[in-house]
């Protein structure tokens, strides 16, 4: 599509080739689009807002809530639970499922989100982002309950996130390629900047948090190393390292440049109970379905992320994902030994 296309007309101008389409889905991407230019807003204004800092809360994983991790899940309730788009709406901020007032009219689309990934970044004037997930809503119920969340990735209709970096940046997938949408602030709207993103194959260019070398399994030891050693080493080749603590920041470098992410699980994360750190349901799947969507790869080591059958709405895994043939390095590496 022609680039400068605003966001509202990519989504109308996809829906008419789409069977059945109500103009519901562009609805719902719409209301994110707005929930994402507010919470940019308040990002870029920062401390001049007094949005910056702790909100002395934790959320349900016993992570401390910043004050704009709160603001932005409202911001995303308020933009959504009285369009008609959605009909229940989980979030990494919440314990249980969002329902929507009983006077609200249904949609048929289940949300997901992280509504500020990285925010542990706010404080520091760091990019962070929101990262959203879209399902569809089971037909024969008012108010889908956690069950009905729990669908394998790969059966999410679209999924995307918004980077608030030195532009504000919406990229998003319906299953049809990778399109990115830079703010106008000027006039307000998400205008196309690039269509059909590609991630090379092949990649010079790595990003884990290496302070956890000594935590790590096997395989994932293997892999970096290999990668530190050089052009000196088995690879044969120089690698340049990257670590941003923002999970969008990260994936969005990927989906620029190549490059391999990693999040694995470690012997910290398992002496806690936790298979990883970062979320199946409102980090791994979305950002799996759209560097799948960009011919990269995503796993968890072991198995295809988007093929994981959740068991539940805030469970965690290991997240490798980016040039294809890194992340296939780093599975071959699990599945030897
Ligand atoms: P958050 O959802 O609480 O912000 O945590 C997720 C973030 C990711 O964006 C990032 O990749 C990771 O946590 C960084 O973790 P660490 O501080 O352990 O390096
Ligand atoms: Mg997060």
């Known amino acids: 599509m022609r680039i400068g296309t605003t966001l509202t007309n990519y989504i109308i101008q996809n829906q008419r080739h789409i069977a059945g389409a109500t103009g519901e889905f562009t609805g719902l991407l719409n209301d994110l689009a707005v929930a994402c230019k507010k919470i940019a807003d308040l990002v870029n204004k920062g401390a001049l807002v007094n949005v910056l800092g702790s909100a002395d809360s934790e959320n349900v994983q016993g992570e401390q809530q910043k004050k704009l991790d709160v603001i932005s899940n409202q911001i995303m309730i308020e933009a959504l639970r009285h369009n008609g788009h959605i009909a229940a709406l989980a979030s990494e901020e919440m314990d249980s499922v969002y329902h929507l007032p009983p006077e609200a009219p249904r949609g048929k689309y289940l949300l997901l989100c992280d509504p500020l990934d990285g925010s542990s970044n706010i404080d520091v004037n760091v990019s962070v982002g929101t990262i959203f997930s879209i399902l569809k809503a089971p037909e024969d119920r008012t108010d889908p309950n956690e069950a009905d969340f729990l669908l394998p990735g790969a059966e999410q209709v ?20 990778v399109c990115m949408f830079t703010l106008d602030r000027d006039f307000g709207e998400f205008l196309l900047t690039r269509d059909q993103v590609r991630i090379p194959a092949q990649t010079g260019e790595f990003a884990i948090n290496a302070s956890y070398r000594r935590f790590w399994e096997p395989a994932v030891r293997r892999y970096i190393d290999e990668c530190m050693a050089g052009a000196d080493g088995p690879r044969g080749k120089n690698f340049n390292m990257r670590w941003v603590a923002s999970m969008v920041a990260e994936v969005h470098r990927i989906l620029t440049r190549g490059g391999v992410f990693l999040y694995p699980c470690d012997q910290r994360l398992a002496a806690a109970g936790k298979e990883g750190k970062l979320r199946l349901m409102y980090e791994a799947n979305p950002m799996a379905m759209i560097v799948e969507q960009a011919g990269g790869a995503a796993s968890n080591g072991r198995q295809r992320i988007l093929d994981i059958e959740p068991r539940e709405i805030h469970q965690r895994v290991p997240v490798i994902l980016g040039s294809s043939e890194e992340v296939e390095r780093v599975v071959a590496y699990h599945t030897a030994g």
């Open 158 to 177: 679209a999924a995307g996130y918004c980077l608030y970096g030195p532009s504000t940046m919406l990229v998003m997938t319906t299953g049809n390629g």
